[in-house]
């Protein structure tokens, strides 16, 4: 089964500021395999927040949040290693 995938606002707003083509298609690949599996070799369940995971691509990473039952994922989240936990 395919799940279905769902940018925040926030996430829609990062894709959309950015001037880097090859990062733009890189974040876009990594979230489109979402679709296949929501938990890629690789991923992390970030501790202390349930079912939330986060995947890294280059310095940046996605965080996002797995509905099994509903098999959907919400990425809530993109930016810089050095600023996504901060928010």
Do not use: W
Not at 13 to 33: E, M, P, T, V
Not at 49 to 68: G, S, T
Request: net charge positive; hydrophobic share 40%; glycine share 4%.
């Amino acid at each position: 089964m395919r799940n279905s995938v769902f940018l925040s606002r926030r996430a829609e707003n990062f894709l959309a500021g950015l001037r880097d083509a090859k990062l733009y298609s890189r974040l876009r690949a990594a979230i489109d395999d979402l679709r296949e599996n929501a938990r890629p070799s690789g991923c992390v369940k970030l501790a202390g927040e349930p079912d939330l995971y986060r995947i890294r691509v280059r310095d940046y990473r996605i965080i996002y949040q797995v509905n099994d039952p509903k098999l959907t994922v919400l990425v809530l989240s993109i930016g810089h290693r050095r600023e996504i936990y901060r928010r």
